[in-house]
């Protein structure tokens, strides 16, 4: 594997030194199971992806012919690799050369083989880490029960938003606007209070406990928690990009939703989200798809519209209310972290 060089792309819209810092973490960039022999494209930190499937295992690369410089995602599979559509050459496992079909006997120079990254299957989505730290190595983000055995796995389509990560993924834990802004899916709107909460530091970022009688049915389902009946909604926030979050029902019944927010550009955001639950096990997966992404439809215009369109680490710069603990946490790891201000002007 020829080992990607730790500077920004051309027209990088990240600040330099929170790209480096960003691009040393896994994100995800696709589902597994839309990961084919075929090229498909992908975009992270504002790097072009070549993806494609080869005996098994995904290749991830810049997508860029070393050749002179075409796209590869324009380009075919013939089954031994993804082709060049410029003058044929051929890539296959581990992004290397196979072939040149202008000079079948040549040697192959190691300079005609793909800047590829580090690929990692979890989840049901491939993850890429760009500028891997070999001393100080970033860890995957873990997800509750996706490998326990009585569980449903089930990966959303991947939703699209124009913003920041870091502004989605403080939406996703945020607790204090659920009676304002997804009253259509599963909240009541005269359930407003937000009882005390307080996250817990821990190495990979912060966990919360947080316990409300907010309920997590669907607002349209018969289904309704006993009388007073307290809703365990655990999160784990994995810095900088992913979050889970469990979510306790009556009985044994546990709802896991991975919130993992892969940073397109500054300013776009593609969002996955992997499920894992033990209840409900009859309705099709597609009912479950369709009920996320109308929740997370429900967030769209908070996130694009938001501003300043970054997210200010400087605590000083905004109002702050009591329910905002999550999101105060979140900035203070983020900075912790060493991040900055995140955009380029």
């Known amino acids: 594997m020829t080992m990607t060089y730790p500077t920004p792309p051309a027209h990088c819209t990240f600040e330099p030194e929170d790209w480096l810092r960003l691009a040393r973490h896994w994100h995800p960039v696709a589902r597994s199971c839309d990961v084919t022999a075929a090229p498909g494209k992908a975009v992270l930190l504002d790097e072009q992806l070549v993806l494609y499937r080869i005996k098994g295992q995904v290749v ?3 997508d860029v012919c070393p050749h002179r410089g075409v796209p590869l995602t324009l380009g075919f599979n013939d089954e031994e690799g993804i082709v060049c559509p410029y003058h044929g050459l051929r890539f ?18 190691a300079k005609l083989n793909l800047t590829s990254y580090p ?3 979890r989840y049901g989505l491939v993850w890429v880490c760009i500028a891997p730290d070999h001393d100080h190595p970033s860890n995957l983000p873990t997800m509750p029960h996706w490998d326990d055995v009585d569980f449903q796995q089930i990966n959303c389509p991947p939703f699209e938003v124009d913003g920041f990560a870091g502004r989605q993924v403080e939406g996703f834990l945020d ?4 009676a304002w802004i997804h009253t259509e899916t599963f909240a009541d709107p005269n359930n ?6 307080n996250p817990q530091e821990t190495d990979y970022g912060f966990s919360v406990d947080y316990w409300s009688t907010v309920g997590n049915y669907p607002a349209s389902s018969e289904y309704r928690a006993p009388e007073g009946f307290k809703w365990l909604r655990h999160f784990e926030m994995h810095l900088p990009f992913t979050a889970t979050l469990t979510i306790h029902f009556p009985g044994d019944a546990r709802l896991v939703i991975m919130n993992a927010a892969s940073p397109v550009s500054a300013r776009k955001t593609r969002m996955f989200a992997p499920i894992a639950r033990n209840f409900d096990l009859h309705i099709p997966v597609e ?9 997370f439809e429900e967030d769209r215009l908070m996130v694009e519209t938001q501003r300043p369109e970054r997210l200010p680490l400087d605590l000083t710069l905004e109002a702050h209310i009591p329910a905002d603990r999550s999101s105060i946490a979140y900035r203070r790891g983020l900075k912790k ?9």
Not at 93 to 108: L, V, Y
């Open 192 to 197: 407003q209070q937000v009882p005390p909460y």
């Open 60 to 62: 991830a690369a810049r």
């Open 119 to 121: 690929v990692e299957e």
């Open 175 to 178: 607790v204090a606007h659920f």
């Open 92 to 109: 296959g496992e581990n992004g290397r050369c196979n072939r040149i079909p202008s000079s079948p006997d040549q040697a192959i120079p």
């Open 337 to 345: 972290m060493g991040f900055g201000e995140f955009f380029l002007v």
């Open 287 to 295: 009912e479950v798809h369709a009920f996320n992404h109308r929740v």
